[in-house]
């Protein structure tokens, strides 16, 4: 069979002779060195077979030692060609060329290791506090996921009894303070401290369908689709599901208003809803904050006659007014300093606006017959500035006092508040609350304890985890925080994760009451089933701005955080 590139010819009896000694020569030298990379590899005792009558012009030469005559005939590479059509010595030279990095590996892994190391390190951030408190500060974005880390074991969470989780729940509904020593020296056998981790568990949630996960509902459709929905294609079923679904909204409110609720939220497929009683988060009042929202939206509401306002963006927008303020100053010693230069005969060359402006109107005569059009370029630049904040933390809306409960009859009564297709249509809201209301479903959050080993220096330590998922609310990150304060003796660290449209409630709403108000709005609150510390903790105005807290930690009894 002929071979690519190359041409037999015709050699006598003495010239093949000619060539076995010149080849036993060649191969003298390359027995006593190593194979090259190239090179694949023979048997001792075999010679690989040449065609005896080639000629040294157009035989095939060994791949170590290619003649630039022979590269130009040689097949293509199996990057340029077909694998199959090129020789077997060629592909294995990636696998010889990968030898090298090889033994680069150590110091690799060296890397990957302080990565790690690294990645379980908390990220400086200024909102640091310079030193330790006592208390962190309130953090009102709903967390998916808490893992709490300590050198003592949590084993006083797993394996409840039954009394102690009747117990438990019977604490939550009851409303009962779980006051608890500054260190429990048993922590396994102290039922005292299980009863109550049972009751830090609860919320209540509407609707109630186990086959489907009803938090987070804000991208949730990877989640849902594929699952049972009969009411999708039913609109009996969803008007029913709707009416249930206003009858538990409408509890809640009634409770936010008698201040027996603190707050709950309305999570959408869009966006989520905060409803906080007066005297929580700083404000005398009863509040409510939208995030995300759309310009269609905050048009509806408009329309509604609700009155709300955009905080991010009217403080963004007077940080811009003293910024201009400032520039101003600026440009008026710059304009003072070209009026100088000026009176030495030199003057200012025209923009090219000035030229272009109106100069085609006056050369028709017809500039004073037509309108500028500064009103309608000056509304639509407001509906740009207003269009680019949509769906951003920037457009949360603030509703205050009186104009929350038209909120909440345009919510009820909104039909863009149910997703009409995808895997949500026709699914009503989810409702979070910390208390018991018409319509709503007692839940626990999902707790397991974690051991494992981590690398500090030399040596292996015990690490002991407790990780709670589901949908923490503000008050429950609080209770669960006391309860390891006293059961991990006043040592631990916990990482969070939270729900990113949710962040932004953390803003601070500049609601701060007087002091004569104070006492008559705090007057009702200890009724709502907060434990004291925890309802001083929300009630606090907002410090973490846009942000929350990703990571806390608790040192001789005292907190920092990282957010």
């Known amino acids: 069979?002929?071979?690519?590139?190359?041409?037999?010819?015709?050699?006598?009896?003495?010239?093949?002779?000619?060539?076995k000694r010149k080849r036993l020569r060649r191969s003298e030298p390359a027995s006593t060195a190593p194979p090259p990379c190239g090179a694949a590899p023979r048997a001792p005792s075999a010679s690989a077979r040449r065609n005896p009558f080639s000629s040294l012009d157009n035989a095939q030469r060994v791949?170590?030692?290619?003649?630039?005559?022979?590269?130009?005939?040689?097949?293509?590479?199996?990057?340029?060609?077909?694998?199959?059509?090129?020789?077997?010595?060629?592909?294995?030279?990636?696998?010889?060329?990968?030898?090298?990095?090889?033994?680069?590996?150590?110091?690799?892994?060296?890397?990957?290791?302080?990565?790690?190391?690294?990645l379980h390190l908390p990220v400086a951030v200024p909102k640091v506090p310079s030193s330790p408190r006592h208390e962190f500060p309130a953090d009102w974005s709903i967390k998916?996921?808490?893992?709490?880390?300590?050198?003592?074991?949590?084993?006083?969470?797993?394996?409840?009894?039954?009394?102690?989780?009747?117990?438990?729940?019977?604490?939550?509904?009851?409303?009962?303070?779980?006051?608890?020593?500054?260190?429990?020296?048993?922590?396994?056998?102290?039922t005292e401290l299980r009863?109550?981790?049972?009751?830090?568990?609860?919320y209540w949630l509407h609707p109630s369908l186990p086959w489907l996960q009803l938090f987070p509902r804000i991208g949730a459709d990877r989640r849902i689709v594929g699952k049972a929905s009969p009411w999708s294609q039913d609109e009996a079923l969803q008007h029913v599901l709707m009416s249930e679904w206003s009858v538990s909204f409408t509890s809640l409110y009634n409770l936010l208003k008698a201040k027996l609720c603190p707050y709950f939220y309305v999570c959408t497929y869009q966006f989520t809803v905060l409803f906080r009683a007066a005297g929580l988060a700083g404000s005398d009042v009863m509040t409510a904050v939208i995030a995300p929202t759309t310009r269609g939206l905050r048009e509806a509401m408009r329309s509604e006659g609700i009155e709300f306002s955009l905080p991010l963006v009217e403080e963004s927008r007077n940080r811009k007014q003293k910024n201009s303020e400032v520039n101003l100053e600026t440009e008026v010693a710059n304009s003072l300093e070209v009026c100088n230069s000026t009176e030495d005969g030199e003057e200012p060359a025209p923009s090219d606006d000035?030229?272009?402006?109106?100069?085609?109107?006056?050369?028709?005569?017809?500039?004073?017959?037509?309108k500028k059009p500064d009103a309608i370029s000056i509304k639509l630049r407001k509906e740009k500035q207003e269009v680019q904040v949509d769906h951003k933390p920037e457009s949360l809306a603030l509703v205050k006092g009186t104009n929350t409960f038209t909120l909440l009859n345009f919510l009820i009564n909104c039909k863009?508040?149910?997703?009409?297709?995808?895997?949500?249509?026709?699914?009503?809201?989810?409702?979070?609350?910390?208390?018991?209301?018409?319509?709503g479903t007692m839940q626990t959050l999902k707790a397991r304890?974690?051991?494992?080993?981590?690398?500090?220096?030399?040596?292996?330590?015990?690490?002991?985890?407790?990780?709670?998922?589901?949908?923490?609310?503000?008050?429950?990150?609080?209770?669960?925080?006391m309860l390891l304060r006293s059961a991990q003796r006043g040592r631990f660290s916990a990482v969070l994760y939270t729900h990113e449209p949710t962040a932004v409630f953390n803003t601070d709403l500049d609601n701060a009451s007087s002091s004569l108000n104070k006492e008559s709005v705090h007057k009702d609150l200890p009724m709502c089933g907060l434990h004291p510390k925890t309802l001083d903790?929300?009630?606090?105005?907002?410090?973490l701005g846009k942000s929350s807290i990703r990571f806390l930690e608790m040192k001789d009894y005292a907190y920092t955080w990282k957010s």
Not at 537 to 543: D, E, H, I, V
Request: with cysteine; hydrophobic share 35%; charged share 20%.
């Open 537 to 543: 903790q929300l009630s606090q105005c907002p410090t």
């Open 195 to 202: 009863c109550a981790f049972q009751q830090s568990l609860v």
């Open 416 to 439: 863009s508040l149910v997703a009409v297709a995808g895997p949500q249509a026709g699914l009503p809201p989810t409702l979070l609350s910390p208390v018991a209301f018409r319509g």
């Open 144 to 190: 998916t996921r808490l893992l709490f880390m300590s050198s003592q074991p949590f084993t006083w969470a797993e394996h409840l009894k039954g009394q102690e989780e009747a117990q438990g729940f019977a604490q939550h509904c009851r409303a009962t303070e779980a006051n608890l020593p500054q260190s429990v020296q048993e922590p396994k056998l102290s």
């Open 63 to 118: 791949a170590g030692t290619p003649q630039p005559l022979d590269r130009a005939r040689q097949p293509p590479s199996p990057a340029g060609g077909s694998p199959a059509a090129a020789p077997f010595w060629q592909l294995l030279e990636p696998v010889c060329e990968d030898k090298p990095a090889r033994r680069a590996e150590p110091s690799e892994r060296a890397d990957i290791h302080t990565l790690a190391e690294e």
């Open 354 to 370: 000035d030229e272009e402006s109106f100069s085609w109107l006056e050369e028709i005569g017809v500039q004073d017959k037509v």
């Open 449 to 481: 304890s974690i051991n494992a080993k981590a690398r500090v220096q030399l040596a292996y330590e015990d690490i002991f985890s407790l990780e709670i998922v589901g949908p923490v609310l503000p008050h429950a990150l609080h209770s669960l925080t």
């Open 1 to 19: 069979s002929t071979e690519p590139g190359y041409s037999p010819g015709f050699k006598k009896p003495p010239a093949v002779l000619r060539l």
